[in-house]
């Protein structure tokens, strides 16, 4: 599988090596991974060592004195460049994303083309110095300097959009990264950053594949300036731990558990497609699709009879496959996870009105599962399923259920969907979350920031809030004369 970029330049993807100073590298142990449409192995990709490690952050170490000194334009220029190189590889990295992710292809092309208006987006953020005080006498102005090198931590649910968002907002802001994709889905950020070689100096943008011992030597490295993080929030506590022994600037994404609040004054039949697409895109597998479902008992019961009818239409299958929309979990851990949340369907007799159990296959398959009316103590509704599995609770009072909404340590995303605006607003309102839609969820976009509350992250990426996280605030205070 070999495609053209734009420039003339190729990707093939049939092999994958690390990137350290735009070489490709190799290393004496390998591992693959696993295409959890049929589980068999994916091709060999690098084992990284300390070594590795240490070679790269000193090939960024030494890039960034000269890459810092760039101007904005010149980074632009060269980011836009690899946008370019991106959409035209976007078959190749769209087949490899549904090879190692198992999210259906169709669903693999949207990713990939937003990964070229992301480095686009992002990049045309304005970062300018701001004035805080001029006068005859003095000038105080508060810039904003790259921090250094900075380790982006991929997870296996998007590995295009967030690495690529990661290395965007990098080398935008002047600093030089390391990626680390997962281990589950190395592929495409192995390419991503193949790919960049050609557009950016030696040792700007690198990437390094590993096992699970490779994250700790990103986060407790001296050298590395910043970390910016997605996955899960246990592991983000570590992380966050590891970062601290050397002061890291540290961004967090975490897990979410996202309440979706449905007044009884919806069009039912306008919203459950929206509804049913927003719950289960790339099998759940996303912190921010909707993960806890209310709706007002006035409507509860025909809301749920359209809802199961719609979701059923919903062909699960191989992410190569025709019309498929449930390509299966991606690896074996979270299909066991799912198995172990989906017992609790019985132990705590729970009602599924759709789906319930989970089937053996060739593939980590799981056809999506819908739960009536579960209590709010019970699994389904407490935990982050990572997998097709839907409670949907009624409610009644508007102040009680914004508590049960709020209830969660976590607060990634939430959503009102009513007709009357200003009672969704006043809703809305009182969401104790990261990000808040209105009549939509899951709208995202480069320069609009997006970040967690409470257990969902610390900081946010994109936006320019994002851009200036990987940056130093910096003071100057600047007077005529001495």
């Known amino acids: 599988m070999t495609k053209t970029t734009a420039t003339g330049q190729t990707l093939d993807f049939s092999t994958y090596s690390n990137v ?10 390998t591992r693959t991974g696993i295409n959890p449409a049929n589980t068999k192995p994916n091709p060999p990709v690098p084992v990284s060592t300390q070594k590795d490690v240490d070679n790269a952050v000193a090939a960024a170490r030494a890039a960034f004195k000269g890459w810092s000194k760039t101007s904005f334009e010149e980074r632009r220029k060269a980011l836009h460049a690899y946008a370019d190189a991106l959409d035209a590889n976007a078959d190749g990295f769209a087949q490899t994303l549904t090879m190692e992710q198992g999210k259906p292809l169709t669903q693999s092309s949207v990713e990939v083309g937003m990964a070229g208006m992301w480095v686009r987006g992002l990049s ?3 970062i300018a110095d701001k004035i805080l005080e001029s006068t005859t006498e003095r000038m105080i102005v508060q810039r904003h300097t790259p921090l250094g090198v900075v380790g982006a931590i991929v997870p296996w649910n998007f590995p295009v959009l967030l690495a690529v968002g990661k290395i965007a907002s990098a080398v935008y802001t002047g600093n030089t990264v390391i990626v680390k994709p997962s281990p589950f889905t190395p592929y495409c950020g192995l390419k991503l950053v193949e790919l960049a070689a050609k557009f950016f100096p030696p040792g700007v943008v690198q990437c390094l594949s590993g096992d699970d011992t490779l994250g700790p030597m990103f986060t407790e490295h001296p050298e590395i300036d910043k970390i910016s993080f997605t996955g899960s929030t246990l592991t983000g506590k570590r992380v966050m731990a590891s970062c601290a022994k050397t002061l890291k600037r540290v961004t967090l994404e ?10 009884d004054d919806v069009d039912i039949d306008a919203i459950i497609p929206k509804i049913g697409i927003l719950s289960y895109l790339c099998s759940s597998q996303i912190c921010m699709m909707i993960k806890r479902l209310y709706v007002h008992e006035k409507i509860y019961d025909q809301f749920l009879e359209k809802l199961v009818a719609f979701v059923k239409t919903l062909k699960v299958g191989a992410g190569t496959d025709a019309d498929t929309f449930f390509g299966p979990v991606q690896n074996q851990m979270q299909f066991d996870k799912a198995k172990d949340l989906f017992s609790s369907i019985s132990t705590e007799n729970l009602k599924a009105a759709l789906g319930g159990s989970i089937q053996d296959s060739t593939g980590y398959y799981i056809h999506p599962t819908i739960i009536d009316n579960p209590p709010e103590t019970s699994r389904v509704v407490q935990e982050e399923p990572f997998a097709p599995i839907l409670p949907v609770m009624k409610w009644s009072d508007e102040d009680d259920v914004i508590a049960r909404a709020n209830a969660l340590e976590t607060g990634l995303g939430s959503s009102v969907w009513s007709k009357d605006f200003g009672r969704a607003k006043r809703i809305a309102d009182q969401l104790e979350s990261g990000i808040v839609w209105v009549n939509s969820h899951f709208d995202v976009l480069p320069n609009v920031p997006y970040g967690g509350h409470k257990n969902s992250g610390m900081g946010v990426e994109w936006g320019l809030t994002g851009l200036l996280g990987y940056c130093n605030s910096q003071t100057q205070w600047l007077k005529m004369s001495p």
């Open 254 to 263: 975490l897990g979410g558990n996202d309440p979706a609040i449905i007044c």
């Open 20 to 29: 350290i100073n735009n070489q490709l590298t190799t290393t004496s142990e």
């Open 124 to 126: 045309s953020i304005e």
